[in-house]
């Protein structure tokens, strides 16, 4: 069985403001800015760019996203809290729990990432 592990920062991390740890990394030639914490996509989605249909063929709606406030945080690169999808295979559709976040890909197209909830088995 795995579990997740919180990861805790480096002591030369937390005190990487210091002048001594400028130096340090100075003396090493590696740049300081490199250690600074920088925002990945740091522009919201733009909404035109989703698409509906795709999220309206796993049962969700623009609506239903907005009054659940997780279209905020999917339109800002965040994952949703756990939603129901209905996922349609062949004459059968099954129900599940997902988080779910928009991604972009190299021709900078918006998609649906899929999260599934992954129930964890004992040995």
């Known amino acids: 069985m795995w579990s997740r592990a919180w990861i805790t920062c480096a002591p030369c991390c937390k005190s990487r403001e210091k002048p001594e740890s400028k130096q340090q990394l100075a003396e090493i030639g590696v740049p300081f800015e490199d250690y600074l914490p920088q925002q990945k996509n740091a522009t919201a989605i ?8 795709q999220l309206a063929a796993l ?10 406030g997780e279209l905020d945080k999917m339109l800002n690169w965040q994952k ?3 939603l129901t999808i209905a996922v349609p ?3 059968t559709t099954i129900y599940t729990e997902a988080r779910l976040a928009f991604r972009t890909d190299d021709n900078g197209n918006v998609g649906l990432a ?10």
Do not use: F
């Open 80 to 82: 949703s809290n756990l």
């Open 46 to 53: 733009d909404e035109s760019k989703v698409d509906w249909k």
């Open 59 to 68: 049962g969700l709606s623009r609506e239903r996203l907005e009054q659940s």
């Open 89 to 91: 295979i062949g004459d």
């Open 114 to 123: 899929i999260h599934p909830l992954r129930k964890r088995t004992t040995a």
